[in-house]
């Protein structure tokens, strides 16, 4: 093993890591640094260390398979391949897939992907300690790059250890941005001097040490190559230095002019080495009676070290395959990748048969271009956007036709997008729009511009280009147009009230109005879905609600099978709360997530998990909602980022108050960063429960005031919005509340709404028996509501009209069930408010088992498993809802019973409402 110079900060890092995976834990790091400055030095001193112990994974990335779809993913995991049996079903499908190991109709979820990766690994640490290595990972494809961060990311307690090593400056997306990393610069003018020392076996002339150190600027690999190419007169002093000395693209010559000097035989194995992007022998030796070589020819340049030839092909670095191959002659490269086609298609390897024939092509080929195009869309039906993003983008430049070039480069654009390309999508995009003779394919192109928007995490722009899409696709193609409108408006919604003019719900609504459905044309659950928003936005609720009510049934009875069921869904559910329809919400959210579920699709799943959490929420079901929210913030660490608006929410009403305010900060500060408006709204709901839990009324008031207009998500609020206004003195605001609520009620009878406007009624109303009959008449409706909140908070109103009528003893009876409900649900602060009352009136509270507080205090992550597991999940369930693999759960319970003094999963379940993160 050769001896590293002045890298002991460094291998203490990474030694530290293989000692956290000895003792059962997970590590990451990522080496960060410039070419040539070590950092493959320390992933092979990390391998030689951890030989003893660890089973090892390695990978190094190339330039050549960065536009193969999977292609690092597979060759990591191909040696484990026997353990996919332990995987869940959905896993073990979404990964056989990408591996080309099973065949579906659709693209699999690459949360699903990474999910399956993470527990393979996991398993394959069962044995013994697992160490991944990755090098040169700035040259990943995209695809495995993005399920490598993410298992990354969800490591925790597998016995895992992880390195990476990745260019410090790259022009794509840096999947592994955010996790733990460690600078690799270049060395000190005195450790420099020592290694190129150790590297010149006579005489070093202190001058030119000095010379060489300076020029190099301490880059370990310059140095190293310096030493090699240097004469013994030159470093010894004796013969004059090269001015300057080689380096770079100097250095890459260098590299060129050694292979020149090679037999023919031996460059041309060369050649072929650097063309193949699998680096496999067999590829090699099957192509050699064609091109003329055998496995004498390697022996020339093993004698050279500039590659070696073992269970793959390697390189000594990269510099070198690319000063081969972009070296030879085009007629040469040519010629080289028609004989690696037809070694691939001798192999049924015909998706790689086409890339190579793509790169033989040097004129435009109509035929080739076809075939590409077909390998792209069966790398596609893989889950291999990239690489089909690569091949449309090839078959295009191959295409003599324009109107069928352009299809193709648009084609090409799209893939790149859902790659999550955007740099590279966007270059194809504009390529692609030269093209402007098609009404049909501008439209075509404005719709991938607003995917290229909704990449880059700018909604509004995205809205803007999907109602540009509509307007233009709308005289030629109207149902095409119309489908748009519904992803514009899904589109709008996130933008909510930070929409700017032109990329509202009430533009997508105009938008909508000048595009009608022609007559004769059968409407579509999509088109109900439209007509329905744009009522509410251009002729209010009054008018709307029908149509309204119309969305929810049509979607309700709309088939599994339909292309955009995730999109109404959505849709219907938002419908559902401007009609403030509890009953419809549940049921649509819960059809959302159990689709999105049965297809592993985790997009649409995010929506599902944040709808039914509200939905719950609002029964004040607060565990569950909160075991919903829960894993919609684990979702989005997994896709490295954050979400704060379930735990504002929870927090407000568990009666966290001081950390429900430094929520609020946070949400605040994302919606403003993302433009995702929708959440403003639900955090001043937050703010109200917050206050109402207080009894301060007139600030409770004015966090809502205004807000709750026809298409309001919050109409749930309503009735509470009443009582804080009448108990501030706003009782004009307060007969306005009303009379929406009325009007709710009156479209839509169910409990929720019936009581809500009873218990209102009885708020306003200044004729006691009046009052009392309405308040009664509320516990009666909220009887039925299918959870305590809202029959808690009539119980709890009517408990404290009472002791204001001098009533003390039916008081304390309503306002001990108020308080017994709220403190069974962990509604601590509206449970203290009512406990003052009780004290009022006589009946103290004595705290129960449900109060605030005991027990150490959890983190995060081991609340969110603490909740899932007291609430009956299984490890392994837990470990599918918080994308982490089940020996991080086991970690996490054994630290959660020890924490909270608890020996059992029933024991846990007790305790659950009390379940809180430092």
Not at 473 to 484: E, N, S, T, W, Y
Not at 758 to 773: C, F, K, M, N
Request: hydrophobic share 45%.
């Amino acid at each position: 093993m050769d001896e590293l110079f002045d890298r002991d900060e460094e291998c203490g890092r990474l030694t530290a890591a293989l000692d956290a995976a000895r003792h059962g834990m997970s590590a990451v790091v990522v080496l960060r640094g410039g070419p040539g400055t070590g950092k493959s030095a320390l992933l092979d001193h990390l391998q030689f260390t951890a030989a003893a112990d660890f089973e090892t994974m390695r990978f190094d990335a190339v330039e050549s398979e960065a536009e193969l779809g999977f292609a690092a993913l597979h060759q990591l995991l191909r040696p484990h391949l026997a353990q996919l049996s332990t995987l869940p079903e959905p896993q073990r499908a979404a990964l056989c897939q990408v591996l080309g190991l099973q065949e579906r109709t659709s693209p699999p979820d690459r949360f699903l992907v990474g999910l399956a990766s993470l527990g393979l690994l996991a398993v394959r640490a069962d044995d013994r300690p697992l160490l991944c290595l990755v090098d040169d990972a700035h040259w990943l494809d995209e695809e495995s790059s993005a399920v490598l961060a993410f298992v990354a990311r969800r490591l925790y307690a597998d016995s895992v250890a992880m390195v990476f090593a990745i260019r410090d400056e790259t022009d794509r997306i840096d999947h592994l941005a955010g996790l733990p990393e460690l600078a690799v610069t270049s060395l000190g003018t005195e450790a420099a001097g020592r290694l190129l020392e150790s590297l010149v076996p006579g005489v070093l002339d202190p001058d030119v040490r000095s010379r060489v150190v300076a020029s190099t600027g301490g880059n370990p690999l310059a140095l190293i190559e310096a030493g090699r190419e240097l004469s013994s007169d030159q470093l010894s002093g004796e013969a004059p230095l090269p001015e300057p000395i080689p380096l770079g693209r100097a250095l890459e010559r260098v590299y060129l002019r050694e292979a020149l000097a090679l037999p023919p035989q031996t460059r041309t194995l060369l050649l072929a080495s650097a063309a193949d992007p699998t680096s496999d022998p067999n590829v090699l030796w099957r192509a050699g009676p064609a091109l003329g070589f055998d496995a004498n020819a390697a022996a020339a340049a093993e004698e050279r070290h500039l590659l070696s030839i073992r269970e793959t092909v390697k390189f000594r670095h990269p510099l070198i395959r690319s000063a081969v191959y972009y070296g030879a002659p085009l007629s040469q490269r040519t010629r080289v990748h028609a004989v690696l086609a037809e070694v691939a298609g001798g192999l049924g390897e015909v998706d790689l048969r086409a890339w190579h024939l793509a790169v033989a092509a040097t004129d435009p080929d109509d035929v080739v271009a076809t075939e590409l195009e077909r390998a792209a869309e069966r790398i596609r039906d893989r889950g291999g956007w990239t690489g089909s993003s690569t091949l449309l983008a090839r078959a295009a430049s191959l295409t003599s036709d324009l109107p069928a070039r352009a299809r193709r480069l648009l084609g090409a654009a799209e893939a790149g997008a859902v790659a999550g390309s955007p740099g590279r999508a966007q270059a194809l995009l504009d390529e692609a729009a030269a093209y402007r003779e098609d009404r049909r394919y501008n439209g075509l192109v404005q719709r991938v511009q607003a995917r290229i928007h909704r990449l880059t995490g700018a909604p509004a722009e995205a809205t803007y280009s999907l109602l540009a899409a509509a307007r233009e696709l709308g005289p030629v193609d109207i149902r095409l147009a119309r489908d748009i409108l519904v992803e514009a408006l899904v589109q709008a919604q996130i933008s909510g009230s930070l929409a700017p003019q032109g990329a509202s719900r009430l533009s997508v609504a105009e938008t909508v109005r000048s595009l009608p459905l022609p007559a004769g044309m059968q409407a579509t659950t999509g088109d109900v879905v439209l007509e329905a928003d744009t009522a509410v936005h251009l002729e209010g609720l009054g008018t709307a609600g029908p149509r309204l009510q119309q969305t929810i049934e049509a979607v309700r009875h709309e088939k599994s099978t339909a292309p955009e069921l995730f999109q109404w869904l959505a849709a219907a559910c938002s419908h559902a709360t401007i009609l403030g329809d509890d009953i419809a919400l549940h049921e649509l959210a819960w059809r959302l997530e159990a689709e999105a579920r049965r297809q592993g699709a985790l997009i649409p799943m995010a929506l599902a998990l944040s709808h039914t959490a509200l939905s719950e929420l609002i029964a004040g079901r607060i565990a569950e909602s909160e075991r919903l929210f829960d894993q919609r913030a684990a979702l989005e660490e997994a896709r490295g980022s954050q979400l704060y608006l379930g735990a504002l929410l929870v927090a407000a009403w568990r009666g966290r108050f001081e950390e429900a305010r430094a929520l609020t900060e946070a949400v605040q500060e994302h919606a403003a960063r993302t433009g995702q408006g929708y959440q403003l709204v639900f955090c001043d709901y937050a703010r109200s429960v917050i206050e109402l839990s207080q009894g301060r009324y007139h600030e409770a008031y004015l966090s809502l005031e205004d807000k709750i207009g026809d298409t309001c998500q919050v109409k749930f609020a309503l009735v509470d919005m009443v009582e804080a206004a009448t108990r501030s003195g706003e009782n004009d605001a307060a007969t306005h509340l009303l009379e929406h609520l009325s009007r709710l009620a009156d479209r839509t009878p169910i409990p929720g709404l019936l009581g809500d406007l009873a218990r209102a009624q009885a708020l306003i109303t200044a004729d006691p028996s009046a009052a009392e009959a309405l308040y009664l008449r509320a516990i009666q409706h909220h009887g039925n509501t299918r959870g305590p909140s809202r029959r808690a908070r009539s119980h709890q109103l009517y408990g404290e009209w009472l002791r204001r009528e001098r009533r003390t003893k039916e008081a304390r009876y309503e306002l001990r069930i108020a308080y017994e409900l709220f403190d069974a649900m962990g509604a601590h602060g509206y449970a203290a408010r009512t406990a003052q009352e009780l004290s009022a009136a006589g009946d103290p509270v004595q705290p129960g088992g449900n109060a605030r507080g005991g027990g150490s205090r959890l983190t995060p992550q081991e609340a969110r498993v603490a909740r899932l597991a007291a609430g009956g999940a299984t490890n392994a369930e837990i470990a599918a809802q918080l994308y982490l693999s089940v020996h991080t759960v086991d970690y996490h319970l054994r630290k959660v019973f020890r924490k909270l003094d608890v020996h059992s999963r029933r024991e846990l379940a007790d305790r659950r409402d009390r379940i809180t993160s430092a």
